[in-house]
């Protein structure tokens, strides 16, 4: 089995900043990608941030220039840290992974469980 625990979330008020990890664990052979969505309430989930097939990091428009993504891939981790929190950064923040698990040649995708950022006077 393949595990992606996030932490890092929490209160913090706006203009505040936040580092969120993402870490992958178990059974990982090769992991291809690991992505931060986010979904807030009454609202789709959708993708913060990715690396494309290029190696250039993708960000929504919403949180490009406060936001920035990196990856240890030593600690199969990735990391959001993000600035200049605004009330709308309000969701809870995903992980997302391509991993191909030891043993298998199968690349499948799992999410973490989710860490909640509320960001709020």
């Known amino acids: 089995q393949v595990q992606l625990v996030e932490s890092g979330g929490g209160l913090v008020q706006p203009g505040g900043s936040l580092r969120l990890s993402c870490v992958a664990s178990g059974s990982v052979g090769s992991i291809y990608g690991m992505d931060w969505y986010r979904q807030a309430p009454g609202k789709q989930r959708e993708l913060v941030a990715t690396?494309?097939?290029?190696?250039?990091?993708v960000y929504a428009d919403s949180v490009k220039g406060r936001f920035t993504y990196s990856r240890d891939n030593a600690k199969n981790t990735v990391y959001l840290q993000m600035n200049s929190l605004k009330p709308e950064d309000t969701a809870v923040y995903y992980c997302n992974a391509a991993v191909r698990r030891l043993g298998s040649s199968a690349v499948l995708n799992y999410w973490g469980q989710g860490t909640q950022v509320t960001v709020s006077p």
């Open positions: 690396v494309s097939s290029g190696g250039t990091t």
